[in-house]
């Protein structure tokens, strides 16, 4: 824990993130365009850093977690903050992002500098209790040393060489999209024909059409939410991202392709600000139909 740990994106995942390792002993260098997103870090524990270049300057290991790959670019490329890296130091991108691009700026850093990709799942609950995955990408060196610190956020995947974190996150979340989309139609399906809803979602969570999404995400669709912590922004990019990899299949995906055109169909309708389960509320509202089911259903961000 002698290593100074510098972490860029202190949002619904980085906050988190960064508080966690602070809290764990770690000397942790945060920064965040959103002041009070910096704030609550620095009550866990962490130094605050004047910008981003700043805070790559100082660290031995940078952690950057964005929304979106030109969230990377303008931190990294145009504020100057991967030129500002110092040799023997390591930067670990926790952004979905497109492997292309990480390899692109692996290529631009200085020498000396090594660079891993590690993005994760398990939603804002999982940041604050260290139960994240994080599929990690790189030289088995650079993963030896990054290992320990990473497990203390959640289990970590070696998935192969740099890149390689970003293709099997992107499956999972092909897949969790593809549940995403398909529960609303289940819930319709069985109302419409006669089944109450509590019914519906006990039954499916006893069977094998059991899912994260029907005991994780289920609960943001009865409690109205829908999960403002992911966005249908955040889902569109994705799914762009994954459609880019399914170029090198050889064959159509019909079920990601769907997917893709059911979330970009929601966030036509509600805008790309609002929750992801948008996906289900829109087949609620075109079945004149309510998935609104009484119980103390705890956002899973504050569990």
């Known amino acids: 824990m002698t290593e100074t740990i510098g972490f860029v994106g202190l949002g619904n995942m980085g906050g988190p993130m960064a508080s966690r390792l602070a809290q764990n002993g770690y000397r942790v260098l945060a920064y965040d365009i959103n002041p009070e997103a910096l704030g609550r870090v620095v009550e866990a524990g962490a130094e605050p850093a004047e910008d981003a270049t700043s805070c790559a300057a100082r660290a031995d290991i940078l952690l950057t977690s964005l929304p979106r790959p030109d969230h990377v670019q303008a931190v990294m490329v145009d504020g100057g903050a991967l030129a500002a890296l110092r040799p023997g130091s390591l930067w670990v991108d926790l952004t979905t992002n497109r492997k292309e691009f990480v390899a692109e700026l692996a290529s631009k850093a200085p020498e000396g500098v090594s660079v891993v990709d590690s993005p994760l799942t398990g939603a804002v609950d999982g940041a604050r ?175």
């Not at 099997?168 to 319709?188: C, D, P, R, S």
């Not at 762009?240 to 979330?263: I, K, S, Y």
């Open 129 to 303: 209790n260290g139960k994240l995955t994080l599929f990690a990408g790189g030289a088995d060196d650079d993963l030896d040393r990054v290992e320990e610190m990473l497990s203390l956020l959640g289990r970590v995947i070696r998935c192969g060489p740099l890149g390689t974190g970003n293709v099997t996150k992107l499956v999972t979340n092909q897949l969790w999209f593809i549940h995403a989309a398909a529960i609303g139609e289940g819930f319709a399906l069985g109302m419409a024909n006669g089944v109450e809803l509590d019914v519906l979602w006990d039954a499916i969570k006893d069977s094998v059409g059991d899912s994260f999404v029907a005991r994780h995400d289920a609960p943001s669709i009865f409690a109205g939410h829908y999960d403002p912590s992911f966005t249908l922004d955040l889902c569109v990019k994705d799914l762009g991202l994954t459609m880019e990899l399914a170029q090198n299949v050889g064959t159509d995906l019909p079920m990601t392709e769907r997917a893709n055109e059911t979330f970009v169909r929601a966030g036509e309708r509600y805008g790309l600000d609002v929750g992801e389960l948008h996906v289900a509320k829109r087949i609620e509202d075109d079945g004149q139909l309510s998935f609104r089911l009484e119980g103390d259903w705890v956002p899973h961000w504050e569990a």
